[in-house]
Each structure stands twice: as C-alpha cells, then as structure tokens.
C-alpha cells in the first residue's frame, strides 16, 4: 500500500508518499505561501525535481495540484489517485480528545476542532489540510496522527502541574509533551540497534532542534517528556525561553508593557539561545560565534548542554537506571559541542563518552558516540517522523 502523509501548516502543505511494501519515500515536496502572492509547489520523484508556478488561494487547490504532481510526467509516481491507500495527517495536539491514532469521521473532525485552543497556529491548520483532502479524495480513509500520543503513558505524576485538581479538570491545564513520533521512532530504532526488546531498555531521547525536547522512555513507553502544557516549555530553544518561573513572566510584562499574549508571543519568539547570544538561533551560527571566542554565543550554548543534561539525570533518576542516550533531530544530529556538553561528566551514571566519535560529521546513519564497554549505550539516531505516520496510518487501516 502506498500512504500520502501530509504536514498542513497555516500557508504551507508538506507531503511524501510512501511505498509501506518497502518503505521507501516515492515523491515528496511541499507547497509554499498558500493564500498569498507568490504560491508555488516544490515536487520530487523519480530523482527530479520540479517547481510548479501557480496560485495557490486555499489548500484544496495546493493537494489538488500535488496529485497532479504525483500523477504528472517527470516527477509522477503513480497513474492514479486510487493507488494511495490512505492519508496520515500530522495533528500537533491532541488534548485529552484523543489518545491515539484516530480515523476521520465527521465527528472525529467536530472534535478535532475542540483541539484548537490547544495549538492555535497548528490545530486549525491541519483540520484544514484534512477537509481539502477529503474533498479532493473522498473514497481515501484518513487518519489523524498526533505528536502528542506517544506520551499518552506519562502517569499522573508525571503529567500533572502542581494547581488546582478540579482547574486540571475543567481545563485540561497538564503536560502533554510533543515532538512524540520522533521519540516513538528513535526509542524503537535504538532498541533494534542494540538487539533488544524495547521492554528491555531504559532510554532517554534528546530531540534537539529548533524546538526541543527530551523523553524518557521506560519499557518503550513515554514516562515523562520535557515539553508541557505547550512546546514553550523544558529546555531554552533557538527562540523560546523555555521552562521560566510564572511570576517572573508577570513581572517582565509589566516592566515591558506587554499583555498576557504579548508576553507568551515574546517568550516563543524573542527568547532562548537567539535571546542569550543575541546573535541567532541557529547552532550553526553560535559554533561559529562561539569559534571567533563570542562569549554569548558560547554561554548560549553552554545553557542549552546543561538543561539537557540536567534533563538525562533527572530522567535516569525518575526511571532508576538509564541503558541508553539518543541524539536526533537537526541540533542532535549535527552539533558536536552539544552531544559532548550533555555528556560529559555523565560517568557516575556509567557513560563513557567517546570524544573522537562524536566529532565525526553527520553521514546520515546510526552512530555510536559512546566508548567500547561502555554501561550506557550513546547513539545518534536520524528520525523519521513521516516514516511513523505512515506506519501508524496503515497499521490503523
Ligand atoms: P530541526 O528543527 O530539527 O530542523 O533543527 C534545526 C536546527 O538544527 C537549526 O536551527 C540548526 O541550528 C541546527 N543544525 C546544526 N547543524 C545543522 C545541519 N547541518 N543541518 C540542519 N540543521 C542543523
């Protein structure tokens, strides 16, 4: 069977398709600045590539214009819409409406849209995406994939906020985490790695890019994850503050003169190592701040190690031992003065970290940055969030 997994975005429309016999990517691309001037579709297959020029004024003519990609001479890979099978959609958030994967219903959709405060840039964006999908492909199931879902697991303990029980109630203020195929993928590959059942291990995976967030996996399963109620929380990000003290919020909106959402727009946006370095928020630029000896850039990345690191300790404790450390995600796997912050001085949990290893550059494959005999296994595993959506579309089908 061959699955179109979809990614909607406020403006945007990425997409691949998938052969699920072999896994394989068929086609992949993405449509850019929907319902703007200046719309156009980016379209792989077959090893070409092709841009297609044409107005995009909602997202059921851009899924209209990807069939005919997929369709098309040149980069098309199928001669007909009925040889996709289904459609996996990447949902950001899932509240406490749904657990799982979930097939769309007309209920299911009416639900979907109780999500929406939940992720306001995000939510609405994929519910979007699915109704041109559906309107376009009307015979082809679908199925809502949520980032959250993997960490479904997390105990009260872990999930909860320290407020009022009935207010958790009432609103569904907990933790909900993200990132969660990206944990669910590298969990399962580290463990196939290592010739283990996932039953057998302890991990932690470090899903380290622009957003970020640090799961720990027990048994294969999410028993707490670093992300909140919302992405803004766990580590400082490329521009989010990460976890801050409310009151502190409060006071820094009074002293700015910002509203509440002023305030939260601040945190997401004007905060974390591009805050701190006041140079970027991209690692790559604070290496090379930190190379030409700029000591905020290098003070942005020596925060984003430690409360990394400080998040693998707690999460060996919460777990009571640790097997294993995974790497991913474009920070995970590219930025070696990150990988060596978070580990070293990690020995009194049995890591012994294998320097020369890490500053290999990144080929794409698994590696292991921890030494021979090493108690705790240290890997870089790529992630494939498409790939999970796939699977978990066909295996709901
Ligand atoms: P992601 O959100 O997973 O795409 O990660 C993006 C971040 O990874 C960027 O902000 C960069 O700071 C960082 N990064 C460092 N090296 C690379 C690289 N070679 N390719 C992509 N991202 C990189």
Not at 43 to 64: C, D, F, R, S, T
Not at 218 to 230: E, L, P
Not at 281 to 304: K, N, P, Q, V, W
Request: proline share 3%; aromatic share 8%; charged share 25%.
């Amino acid at each position: 069977m061959k699955i179109l997994v979809v990614n909607a975005g406020s403006s945007s429309l990425k997409y691949q398709l998938i052969d699920m016999q072999n896994e394989k990517v068929l086609a992949k691309g993405g449509c850019e600045r929907i319902g703007i001037d200046g719309s156009f579709l980016k379209a792989k297959g077959n090893g070409e590539e092709k841009i297609y020029q044409k107005e995009l004024p909602n997202h059921k003519v851009a899924i209209e214009l990807v069939l005919h990609a997929l369709q098309d001479e040149g980069v098309g890979v199928i001669k007909s819409m009925d040889e996709i099978g289904a459609v996996g959609h990447r949902v950001v958030a899932s509240g406490e409406f749904f657990k799982k994967t979930t097939l769309v219903t007309p209920d299911v959709l009416k639900t979907l849209e109780e999500t929406f405060e939940l992720a306001p840039l995000h939510n609405p964006a994929a519910a979007t995406g699915v109704k041109a999908c559906m309107e376009v492909m009307p015979k082809t199931p679908m199925a809502l994939v949520f980032d959250t879902s993997f960490h479904a697991t997390m105990p009260e303990k872990a999930y909860l906020y320290g407020i009022d029980y009935d207010d958790y109630k009432k609103y569904g203020v907990r933790k909900y985490g993200a990132h969660g195929t990206s944990h669910k993928f590298v969990s399962a590959e580290a463990a196939k790695y290592l010739g283990k059942k996932p039953e057998q291990l302890k991990i932690v995976t470090c899903h380290l890019g622009n957003g970020s967030s640090i799961t720990a996996v027990d048994g294969g399963k999410c028993v707490d994850t670093s992300m909140g109620f919302t992405p803004l929380a766990g580590v400082l990000m490329g521009t989010r503050s990460g976890d801050i003290d409310a009151s502190a919020v409060e006071f820094l909106a009074r002293k700015k003169g910002l509203s509440h959402s002023e305030a939260i727009t601040y945190l997401n946006k004007k905060c974390g190592v591009a805050g701190i370095s006041g140079v970027s928020s991209d690692f790559r630029d604070l290496e090379a701040g930190f190379e030409r000896g700029d000591e905020r850039c290098a003070l942005a990345l020596e925060m984003f190690s430690y409360q990394t690191k400080k998040f693998v300790g707690a999460y060996a404790a919460a777990m009571g031992g640790l097997d294993c450390i995974v790497f991913t995600a474009g920070i995970g796997e590219n930025t070696p003065i990150v990988r060596e912050g978070v580990c070293a001085g990690l020995e009194f949990l049995g890591v012994e970290f294998d320097k020369e290893a890490n500053k290999k550059k990144n080929d794409g494959s698994i590696r292991e940055l921890s030494a021979k005999g090493s108690k705790v296994k240290v890997l870089i595993i790529p992630t494939n969030e498409e790939l999970v959506i796939a699977r978990e579309t066909a295996e709901l089908l």
